[in-house]
């Protein structure tokens, strides 16, 4: 399993989609969705765990890995040249 992000590399990520969200909207928008999805999971933790919603428990430990699955995803993607990652690094 590949270690989990750190916030650098976030940072690193979300610049350079601040810097081309002109020549990949899209790209630039499902980053932010990943990342709102990656606040709400850990934001999600304290009240599901007091509240005892069991069932969010999961949703949020998937929302709080979002950012590394959607990383390793957009590497295979790449490696297999399905589509073409500038942001990342290797």
Do not use: K
Not at 9 to 37: K, S, T
Not at 42 to 51: I, K, R, S, T
């Amino acid at each position: 399993m590949t270690p989990p992000l750190t916030l650098t590399e976030m940072q690193r990520i979300r610049n350079w989609h601040l810097e081309h969200r002109d020549g990949h909207p899209l790209e630039y928008q499902l980053w932010d969705a990943v990342l709102c999805f990656w606040l709400m999971g850990w934001v999600g933790w304290l009240p599901a765990f007091v509240l005892d919603v069991f069932w969010a428990w999961p949703l949020c430990l998937l929302a709080s890995v979002t950012p590394r699955l959607y990383v390793d995803w957009r590497r295979h993607a790449h490696r297999m040249q399905r589509l073409r990652c500038d942001w990342l690094s290797y």
